[in-house]
């Protein structure tokens, strides 16, 4: 039976970016994405453990290009939608591409990786492109995001 998904990617921002890039290597996934040229984040300079293509164009082209790149897209918020965040669901919707939004809030981690399990299997999701705030601006969506996209990895063998 085929895994979904089988690659993860992210733009690597703080946050729900790194999170999903952290938990994919503990659980020997393959990952990648673009990020903006000079691999630039909130904290100064994305860390080379994360192999990901620089692209011209800054945060903007960056959220396009894995927008395109992933079969779907998984968007971590918390309450509401906004900022970079609110960007990738309106790119996600003008490409027509696969979107599952998941309020950290109000949905508990087993919760989320049910619902994301569930849209990686109907999509048939290979490529899952992860967005969500920068730390910065959402205290809490680093461990969030990587207890659930660990467990959805680590438990991927039964999808």
Request: proline residues 6%; hydrophobic residues 35%; contains cysteine.
């Amino acid at each position: 039976m085929k895994q979904y998904p089988m690659k993860v990617i992210s733009g690597g921002q703080t946050g729900a970016d790194r999170a999903a890039l952290d938990a994919a290597i503990d659980r020997d996934y393959p990952i990648a994405g673009a990020c903006p040229k000079g691999r630039l984040a909130e904290d100064g300079t994305i860390p080379e453990r994360y192999p990901l293509t620089e692209i011209t164009g800054g945060y903007r082209a960056r959220t396009r290009k894995n927008v395109q790149t992933g079969d779907g897209t998984l968007v971590f918020y918390r309450d509401e939608l906004k900022g970079g965040t609110a960007l990738t669901v309106s790119m996600a919707l003008k490409e027509r591409k696969p979107l599952k939004l998941i309020d950290i809030s109000v949905v508990e981690p087993g919760l989320a990786v049910e619902k994301i399990r569930e849209f990686c299997i109907d999509n048939q999701i290979g490529t899952l492109n992860v967005a969500g705030p920068r730390t910065s601006q959402c205290a809490g969506i680093y461990p969030y995001v990587f207890e659930v996209i660990s467990e959805l990895l680590g438990e991927n063998s039964g999808c």
